[in-house]
T-cell receptor, first 116, second 114 residues
């Protein structure tokens, strides 16, 4: 069974440009999460989808970030326009909605975003 | 708000020595506790988790952790380090009142010396 995949693995863009990150969860997982790790800091929650609906987007830093999950399958995270402080590693995770907070989240390898 | 503290951003041990990675949490409600490991160029992989029941939890690759409520700790141990254990380790918590989001510590990079 394929794990969580993320594309691209690396992205280098200039300040002001737009970048779109993609996440493909494990097949059949209704829950999809985005997290971000800024260099030297902890991994922080961004948002949570249940199927195509945003369950919790309280971690999104500002309105330059837009996440979508059309059809409840893959998800995209767009940053527009990108700022220097958006640099970091963006992780996607998915889980089956069996027990909620005790569920195991399966993580992708991350997308390393560098904004110059 | 809940937070997670991992004492020591870098820990170095000799092969065959005890591994001890520390994690303390603060939470106003009973948390669920997780340890994840990240090997180079891979995603985070669950080592073990505590939800309810027995406070000593055994995970993969010979790791275990003990939930100590009185000390608000969930330290990760392994009796004998192997070279393949070199990775970054993350402690995380979740709780029912915050949905299923994970709150992570800053991570501990484990180096195993031959």
């Amino acid at each position: 069974e394929a794990g969580v995949t993320q594309f691209p693995s690396h992205s280098v863009i200039e300040k002001g440009q737009t970048v779109t990150l993609r996440c493909d969860p494990i097949s059949g997982h209704d829950n999809l999460y985005w997290y971000r790790r800024v260099m030297g800091k902890e991994i922080k929650f961004l948002l949570h989808f249940v199927k195509e609906s945003k369950q919790d987007e309280s971690g999104m830093p500002n309105n330059r970030f837009l996440a979508e999950r059309t059809g409840g399958t893959y998800s995209t995270l767009k940053v527009q326009p990108a700022e220097l402080e958006d640099s970091g590693v963006y992780f996607c995770a998915s889980s089956q909605d069996v027990r909620g907070a005790t569920d195991t989240q399966y993580f992708g390898p991350g997308t390393r975003l560098t904004v110059l | 708000a809940q937070s997670v503290t991992q004492l020591g951003s870098h820990v170095s041990v000799s092969e065959g020595a005890l591994v001890l990675l520390r994690c303390n949490y603060s939470s106003s409600v009973p948390p669920y506790l997780f340890w994840y490991v990240q090997y180079p160029n891979q995603g985070l992989q669950l080592l073990l988790k505590y939800t309810t029941g027995a406070t000593l939890v055994k995970g993969i690759n010979g790791f275990e952790a003990e939930f100590k409520k009185s000390e608000t700790s969930f330290h990760l141990t392994k009796p004998s380090a192997h070279m393949s254990d070199a990775a970054e380790y993350f402690c995380a918590v979740s709780k029912e009142t915050s949905g299923s989001r994970l709150t992570f510590g800053e991570g501990t990079q484990l180096t195993v010396n031959p």
